[in-house]
């Protein structure tokens, strides 16, 4: 299985929901940890890669490359 790859500006759903309810999260940050911001409320959380990639459910939007 290949390794997912993410890019600032995608939107990600989750396997589990943030306490506002929402699934969607948008990747402010990349690297070694990731910088996402909640759709729901704004909320801003910063998660190690490996826990990153285990909590993804899906790739819901993917930036567009030029």
């Known amino acids: 299985m290949e390794p997912k790859t993410f890019k600032v500006g995608d939107v990600v759903k989750m396997k ?21 911001k909640c759709r729901g409320c704004g909320h801003f959380v910063m998660l190690a890669r490996p826990k ?3 909590a993804v459910k899906a790739i819901v939007t993917a930036k567009a490359e030029k």
Request: proline share 8%; net charge negative.
């Open 52 to 54: 990153f990639e285990k």
């Open 16 to 36: 589990k929901p943030h306490p506002c309810g929402s699934y969607e999260w948008e990747i402010l940050r990349t690297g070694m940890d990731f910088g996402i």
